[in-house]
């Protein structure tokens, strides 16, 4: 008789919750009598997207695959196993003067996870998709050979591996590039902008800078609608830095980390607190414009200070809806956006808005094309699958798209991000929900 190893599994959103089989293991030979001996497979990182990516009838869990292989210190190349974590790499690269090229909003993913969602950052107008940085990639496909995939070799596989959701195979090892930098530290400009049309304005002056985002006040209308806070950064160089600082540039003090020890009660989250917190988060800095030299850690990743803050939202979870609208449309298509979910009462108070520039043609499957992308938390309620829906059709009426990386609740056509993926062992949950929704 076989063991059982069913448990249940979630990712950061803690929604939806599903019992199915996962294994985890660091050999390659036992990974491949692990393929062979299963119909339906799915590659999972470190579990911290927000939807149902990655989880499905049988889960390989990548996280013993953590080891480092090589770090070419003279080109910043590193090559390590795909369940490294870009924390990991951080550790190592930062002290050498070394940072990612691109990041999400978290450090806590694995270099596996960034290759299948092919993430992107606050730069993605400068700097494009984590891919635009992959050397090649070591694949398991699902006959249990192992391919290298580069832009030269196996150029087919390359392609439909990035963004592909890891639905042609489990990614073994990864070799990517890094940038140089002088300093652990950000020179950040934060700037308030009044409504919608300022802020747009802003990120249109900001397109010099290589780092944008914005907080969006989401549960404003009116004059007010789309009140945030743009913050604009660059790398610092040490020359730039206060003495304090440029005593020791890549080096940071160790902090102290919170924890959100319980899942918070259900009705901490409503329409009054997130109202709240909006105003104060606005109200917080006073003057209109703030300069300053913020660590890298700070502007990057804010949330990774606070241990487990997803238990914030309760024990139901919450959904990250993320959508790109065209630039040329981006505007309208955000009005309407933010007037539907003012009027629902869902307010979200991690709401950020971001500028994509020109998408790579090469990587199909890939999220970001030219425009704006909002990125917004909902708890959830019986309320919210009507309010995604009516989202979903705003996103299509402006000929925009859904990140699937976040997705859990999207009932739009999204097939087409999957339209050439053809496999018919590696297959997750999110993939049979979407084929089913648009059948």
């Not at 009660?265 to 709240?276: D, H, Q, R, S």
Request: hydrophobic share 35%; aromatic share 12%; net charge positive.
């Amino acid at each position: 008789m076989k063991p059982n190893f069913t448990q249940k599994v979630t990712n950061w959103g803690n929604f939806p919750v599903v019992e199915k089989e996962m294994r985890s293991e660091d050999s390659f030979k036992k990974i491949k009598e692990f393929v062979l001996g299963h119909n339906e497979v799915i590659a999972r990182g470190n579990g911290r997207c927000y939807g149902d990516a990655s989880l499905g009838e049988t889960i390989f869990s990548t996280k013993k695959l953590n080891k480092f292989i090589s770090f070419d210190r003279l080109n910043g190349v590193i090559e390590c196993e795909s369940g490294v974590l870009l924390s990991d790499i951080l550790e190592i690269s930062v002290p050498q003067g070394y940072f990612l090229y691109v990041t999400p909003g978290t450090k806590f993913i694995s270099v596996g996870g960034a290759i299948a969602s092919d993430v992107h950052g606050k730069n993605h107008h400068a700097e494009g998709c984590f891919s635009e940085y992959v050397i090649d990639f070591k694949l398991m496909t699902e006959n249990g050979e192992i391919i290298t995939c580069s832009r030269e070799e196996n150029p087919d596989k390359f392609w439909a591996t990035i963004g592909g959701m890891g639905l042609t195979g489990i990614i073994l090892t990864v070799k990517f590039k890094l940038k140089n930098i002088e300093s652990a530290y950000i020179r950040q400009e934060s700037i308030k902008a009044e409504n919608l049309d300022e802020i747009f304005r802003l990120f249109e002056e900001s397109e010099n800078w290589t780092y944008t985002v914005a907080w969006i006040d989401c549960l404003q209308k009116g004059k007010n609608l789309g009140r945030s806070i743009l913050m604009r950064g660059e790398h610092a160089f040490q020359h730039e830095l206060p003495q304090n600082l440029a005593r020791q540039p890549l080096r940071l003090k160790k902090k102290l980390q919170p924890t959100v020890p319980f899942y918070f009660p259900g009705f901490v989250l409503n329409a009054l607190t997130v109202k709240i917190f909006n105003l104060l988060y606005y109200k917080k800095q006073a003057r209109k414009e703030v300069k300053s030299f913020i660590d890298y850690e700070t502007f990057f990743y804010p949330l990774d200070a606070i241990t487990d803050w997803n238990k914030i939202y309760g024990k139901s979870g919450f959904i990250q809806y993320q959508m790109v609208i065209p630039k040329e449309t981006g505007r309208e298509g955000m009005k309407q956006i933010l007037e539907t979910i003012a009027a629902s009462g869902n307010g979200s108070f991690l709401a950020v808005l971001k500028l994509f520039g020109k998408n790579n043609p090469e990587a199909y499957n890939s999220f970001p094309f030219e425009g704006y992308t909002l990125a917004l938390d909902f708890k959830v309620n019986s309320k919210l699958e009507k309010l995604v829906k009516k989202l979903d059709d705003i996103v299509q009426q402006f000929g925009g798209r859904i990140y699937l990386t976040k997705d859990s609740m999207s009932r739009s056509s999204l097939t087409n991000y999957l339209k050439n993926i053809q496999s018919s062992k590696f297959v997750s949950l999110q993939h049979k929900r979407i084929i089913n929704n648009n059948s």
